[in-house]
């Protein structure tokens, strides 16, 4: 498995986003018109991700919070996690379910043990053109 991480954000005052492969993967797949809902919440986050609370996101434990999007009436989470030098890492994303998912955030925890002690910034950089018949 591969641990590269991939830059999304970079604006001068706003936190940097890096994402883990998982989470690239997840934002590939989705339509335009998810794509750009997820992408509106994860700019909000990059905005001031300390003070960032409920409903668009939530303290996990273990220094892992989670971004909150629905789509089409699903619940996903994207984990997540700030490291010291003004970043947020996207970690994991699943589909909610009624009952917390205990093993979803604990493979959130271990991904950003991973994280932090098996890899440095991210070095490439994640770009998606949404073209405008995708919206749809």
């Excluded at 641990?3 to 940097?16: A, F, P």
């Excluded at 001031?48 to 989670?66: F, M, S």
């Amino acid at each position: 498995m591969s641990w590269t991480t991939y830059s999304v954000v970079g604006v001068d005052d706003l936190y940097d986003v890096e994402i883990e492969p998982e989470v690239r993967a997840w934002l590939e797949s989705l339509p335009a018109r998810h794509y750009r809902k997820v992408e509106r919440m994860v700019m909000l986050l990059a905005d001031d991700p300390t003070v960032l609370g409920e409903p668009h996101a939530r303290h996990l434990g273990e220094g892992v919070r989670e971004l909150r999007p629905t789509i089409d009436g699903t619940a996903f989470r994207i984990t997540y996690w700030l490291t010291s030098r003004r970043t947020v890492v996207l970690l994991t994303v699943f589909r909610k379910t009624r009952m917390r998912e205990e093993a979803e955030v604990d493979r959130a925890k271990l991904a950003r043990k991973v994280c932090e002690s098996e890899h440095g910034p991210a070095h490439d950089l994640f770009e998606r053109d949404v073209d405008e018949e995708e919206w749809v």
